[in-house]
């Protein structure tokens, strides 16, 4: 008989709250990066059908709900069907935001070879330029993931959501204005890649910077017409009763898709990083994975609530394989929970109110001075690597 020898336990180590990754050797990243790529690897090698059959149907499901919530606003004088069409295109508005096109312009389907559903083609409904949110998202954020003054996803401008960021007396008002963002939240995206630091600093290039607004005007004035003027006027008498659904229908969304993303990136103990231009390159696989990892939250649920949030509830595994179908999200959750165990990594999770509570909880916090704090950290060996190269 031949006897297996049980796989060496991994001795456990107190975490460093500052730096929770500060106990990983370079092995350790090594290995975490061939676990993580065999992953992507198994789960890419296993797309199919079934997969493309989801994309489908939850394509054609919005479709239906918008259809149906457009038709009952032609009663909208009547208070139940204002009630149902407005809940209905709510629902229809955030299924097309956040399931399909966050997900399809993330190339996340592009395999299917449909050009109906893939990145370079995909428009989405609300006011930003799908082209400027795919350099913004795709390329910035999810490069520079929480890499103070590189990624602007961290406050988006004007919010002050940890202490490494430096405090401005304009941060008192930063309750007042995340309020704001939630509600118009498609037109805080819509800005985002004309990175307003540089503009206010000067360092921006003026012709691209009005080339990228009026692209920006163009797509207003296109969902303008849409949603305040044709739809409404095509429900003739109950014109100002549809324009209000719209208004509400538009609102919601962005209040849902806002707190689904801020519930995403600044709950509970999220880290932030610090790495200069010249460190970046150094970065390898597997530091990179573990900036995700530790820079990202997840939202505990139940499916539709999953497919409500266009699976970025699962905001760790997102961030790990941004073109990853999103209906494969739930399947690998458990096992980068258990890498995260096995190698002593938080796995940032809890329920929504939870995680809420704590984001408007730091926005409160941090639009007040201090606390002082140590500088952010970025990963051990790159840290090590660039003081070598100094």
Not at 85 to 109: C, D, R
Request: hydrophobic share 40%; charged share 20%.
């Amino acid at each position: 008989m031949t006897s297996t020898t049980p796989a060496p336990v991994r001795p456990k180590v107190a975490r460093d709250p500052q730096n929770p990754a500060a106990h990983l050797t370079p092995a350790d990243f090594e290995a975490i990066a061939a676990e993580l790529d065999a992953l992507r690897e198994e789960v890419f090698a296993d797309l199919g059908e079934r997969d493309a059959a989801y994309i489908r149907n939850v394509i054609k499901l919005q479709r239906g709900l918008e259809i149906t919530g457009r038709a009952l606003l032609m009663l909208s004088a009547l208070p139940p069907a204002w009630w149902a069409g407005t809940a209905t295109l709510s629902v229809a508005k955030i299924l097309e935001n956040m399931e399909i096109g966050h997900n399809v312009m993330h190339g996340q389907w592009d395999w299917m070879r449909d050009p109906k559903i893939h990145s370079t083609t995909w428009e989405w409904d609300n006011v930003s330029p799908a082209e400027q949110w795919k350099h913004s998202h795709n390329f910035v954020h999810h490069t520079y993931t929480n890499i103070v003054g590189k990624d602007n996803d961290v406050g988006y401008g004007i919010l002050r959501v940890t202490p490494e960021q430096p405090w401005h007396p304009a941060n008192l008002g930063q309750p007042l204005y995340n309020t704001l963002l939630a509600m118009f939240f498609e037109y805080g995206v819509a800005l985002h890649d004309l990175e307003i630091d540089k503009i206010r600093a000067g360092r921006n290039d003026p012709e691209e910077t009005d080339r990228k607004l009026r692209a920006i005007g163009r797509k207003i004035r296109r969902q303008w017409g849409k949603d305040y003027l044709a739809f409404p006027l095509l429900s003739g008498p109950q014109f100002l009763s549809t324009l209000g659904a719209n208004v509400t229908a538009n609102i919601v969304r962005n209040v849902w898709a806002h707190a689904v993303i801020f519930c995403g990136h600044f709950p509970g103990n999220i880290s932030v990083f610090e790495l200069e231009e010249r460190q970046m390159p150094d970065e390898t696989r597997g530091e990179w994975y573990v900036r995700q990892l530790l820079g990202s939250a997840n939202i505990d649920g139940g499916r539709f609530f999953h497919l409500m949030t266009g699976n970025l509830s699962h905001q760790i595994e997102h961030h790990l394989f941004p073109d990853m179908p999103s209906n494969r999200h739930a399947e690998i959750a458990p096992r980068i929970r258990a890498l995260c165990e096995k190698y002593d990594l938080p796995y940032h999770t809890g329920g929504f109110t939870q995680q809420v509570t704590s984001t408007w909880k730091k926005i409160w916090r941090y639009a007040l001075p201090g606390p002082k704090v140590v500088p952010p950290s970025p990963m051990p060996a790159v840290q090590a690597r660039a003081s070598k190269a100094a």
